[in-house]
């Protein structure tokens, strides 16, 4: 038992080193940094570049690496990103850490090779010495992550709970306009705290890769299964965040301790302790009814009227969906809404494109299709409702593996099966917005990601379902039997789940949703249940999302536990977020994006490239913090504007945003009414 407490103890305090950086950087920033894993891995990968591959020592290689390059990232990342969404809705900050934290590792592995690390250093000297404790060896790698623990978030904690300094961090937190009334810099406050931080994730990279590896996915797992502690903390107290973390790591030491080694159980439930407890938290918090969303609140009033960056909270909902029905486009004689003639259109080439397709590019676009299917379910949660829900992956996996065993198993068609896998998907999805929807978009996130996690470890992962890995097998039939019937045959499906959507949004219920979307105390005030309105619309988007991963399963000829790993659904949001959440025709360009992209750079770039279409998909969700409309709906209502004045009528009005009163132009085509407003204001603050 004592051996097994020891060894727990290292992997705990690698969990409290990570979720004490997580804890400080949230109370310093006011942004949960789901990015965290990311750095975490660049800089640890960076520190074996000059350690290993250029055979630095390794005090230089530290300094260069972790007490270097990991502030300056810190302050890079300030500089173009952070300081623009400090004042933003928690939905912007949580997209835009996700699309870093899509980015930042396929850039990563473009820098410094892509290569197989099984024995990745640390910062004990090699051959790392080992000591004996009470009968048990303790490597100086280890040793080492004790004394970070100790020395780095106890001073951290301390200096923001009881110094000056820590006052100030807090302050300007609070409100950068109220702060620098008393001569604060808040600007390098902010920048010094984004170095800290940085540096922070690269100290744990480097200190955790020779416990857990040296890949992105060891590391996403350890940062995932440190919101446990995150969540149990509350995202205020260093010292439980620790303590919980390292609480953890022994429960993982005693269990697999007394576990057989050689079962699948034991390799199911080891991984899954920490989301397990962290479900556990989340459960405890709904039950007692905490307004946890009071954590929430950074900047004041003051902040918002006087900041050119933040203060139209820069909501994903800004747009309705292309574009508004202020201008009507001229078909022949007609005049249709934009509304419905540019999603015409877009449907009337979708369908065309497989007669002038074949090989793989009938392939990669038959599949974008039915990826579109799932890229619609986000457009629902996050574009319509307004929540970050990181589990629909799950659910497309979920009805992937239902219709596989209905349609092969007991011999079900293929449409019912899917329906079938849909409705169970709709079921779970109203169970896990019941829970979670109340306690604010930060934890929801967290809560939908531990669900995902749990899915992936404990369910796919059973042998009734893995197979080996092979999956459940389903067979092509029909009209699916070949690419371009597939690729009808998911466009006709998508068709009908759209024309669902539009209804919706047009219904009463719809307009309650959008209620909802643009105010929660405006709602209530109304008499609009905030929760069953948003945990409808989560039950509708896994609904869809179990169709489209039954479409995906389908085109495989197999539901595979590997298609549907929770990580690669931050990919599926980051692409569907760059095109348009908001945008139902978005959601289809987004999937054949998915899907065709990849295809591009094999064909026709150097392999050496490969890592390029995440990265840009990344790229893509970060531009959400200056852009919250995404690329399709922006250039679609260009296209409006252009096609209004060449027929001399009225230029279209931009679409309202929810909770700023104005219009989604408003941070631009008011700017000049503004500008001199906020100029005064801002001289009045300095005064």
């Not at 379910?377 to 409702?385: D, L, R």
Request: proline content about 5%; aromatic content about 10%.
């Amino acid at each position: 038992m004592f051996e097994a407490i020891i060894a727990g103890c290292a992997l705990g305090a690698v969990y409290a080193l990570a979720s004490g950086g997580l804890v400080i950087t949230y109370v310093s920033s006011g942004i949960l940094n789901f990015a965290y894993a990311a750095i975490a891995f660049f800089v640890a990968r960076f520190y074996y570049f000059l350690h290993v591959q250029h055979q630095w020592s390794v005090a230089p290689a530290a300094l260069v690496s972790v007490l270097c390059a990991g502030p300056a990232l810190g302050i890079l990342l300030w500089l173009v990103l952070f300081r623009f969404i400090r004042l933003a809705s928690p939905l912007i900050k949580i997209v835009v850490t996700i699309g870093l934290a899509v980015a930042i590792p396929p850039v990563t592995l473009m820098l410094f090779g892509n290569l197989d690390i099984s024995n990745p250093p640390g910062l004990a000297p090699q051959p790392v010495r080992v000591f004996q404790f009470l009968g048990t060896p303790i490597s100086l790698d280890q040793i080492l992550v004790y004394v970070c623990v100790v020395v780095v978030l106890g001073g951290a904690g301390a200096l923001l709970r009881w110094t000056n300094a820590g006052l100030l961090i807090r302050s300007v937190v609070d409100s950068d306009a109220l702060a620098s009334l008393s001569g604060v810099r808040p600007s390098r406050v902010a920048m010094g705290v984004w170095a800290v931080s940085t540096f922070s994730a690269g100290l744990t990279g480097v200190l955790a890769a020779p416990i857990i590896g040296l890949t992105i996915d060891s590391f996403t797992v350890l940062i995932a299964a440190a919101f446990a502690a995150v969540v149990a903390a509350r995202l205020r107290s260093v010292g439980i965040a620790v303590l919980v973390g390292l609480l953890m790591g022994i429960i993982t030491g005693i269990v697999e301790r007394y576990l057989p080694s050689t079962s699948q159980f034991t390799a199911a439930v080891i991984p899954s302790i920490p989301f397990v407890l962290l479900a556990v938290f989340l459960i405890y918090w709904a039950i007692r009814g905490e307004n946890l969303q009071q954590t929430q609140a950074v900047g004041g009033p003051l902040d918002r009227a006087i900041s050119p960056h933040g203060g139209s909270e820069m909501a994903l909902a800004r747009a309705a969906d292309l574009t508004g029905d202020s201008a009507l486009v001229r078909v022949g004689g007609l005049r249709i809404s934009p509304r419905v003639a540019y999603p015409t259109l877009l449907i009337v080439i979708a369908a065309v494109v497989p007669f002038a397709l074949g090989g793989v590019w009938m392939s990669a676009y038959a599949v974008g299709i039915a990826y579109g299917v799932v890229m619609l379910s986000y457009t629902v949660s996050a574009g319509e409702g307004g929540m970050i829900w990181l589990c629909q992956i799950s659910f497309a996996g979920i009805g992937a593996f239902t219709t596989a065993v209905l349609a092969t198993n007991d011999h079900w068609q293929l449409i019912p099966a899917m329906i079938v896998g849909g409705l169970v998907c709709g079921v779970i999805g109203a169970l896990v917005g019941l829970l979670t929807i109340r306690l604010g978009n930060i934890y929801v996130a967290l809560a939908t990601l531990t669900f995902g996690l749990l899915v992936e470890n404990l369910v796919f992962n059973l042998n009734y379902l893995n197979n080996f890995g092979a999956g459940v097998d389903i067979t092509r039939s029909g009209i699916t039997a070949t690419d371009r019937g597939f690729a009808w045959f998911s466009l006709i499906i998508f068709v009908v789940l759209a024309l669902l959507f539009e209804n919706m949004r047009r219904s009463t219920f719809g307009m309650a949703v959008t209620a909802v979307r643009w105010s929660d105390p405006a709602a209530r005030t109304v008499g609009l249940s905030v929760l069953m309105n948003k945990v409808g619309l989560a039950t509708f988007a896994a609904f869809i999302a179990g169709i489209g991963g039954a479409l995906l399963a389908i085109y495989a000829t197999a539901a595979i536990p590997d298609s549907y790993a929770t990580f690669s659904g931050l990919i599926w949001l980051a692409v569907l977020v760059t095109v348009g959440v908001r945008s139902i025709s978005a959601a289809l360009i987004a999937g054949v994006l998915f899907s065709i992209l990849p295809q591009v750079f094999l064909t026709y770039l150097p392999t050496s490239w490969g890592e390029l279409p995440p990265a840009l998909f990344g790229l893509g969700a970060v531009l959400v913090a200056r852009n919250p409309e995404g690329t399709v709906a922006m250039h679609a209502r260009q296209l409006q504007h252009l096609l209004s004045r060449r027929a001399g009528g009225p230029a279209p009005q931009p679409a309202l945003v929810p909770g700023t009163g104005g219009t989604a132009a408003g941070a631009n085509g008011s700017a000049a009414r503004e500008g001199a407003k906020k100029d005064s204001a801002r001289k009045e603050v300095a005064r």
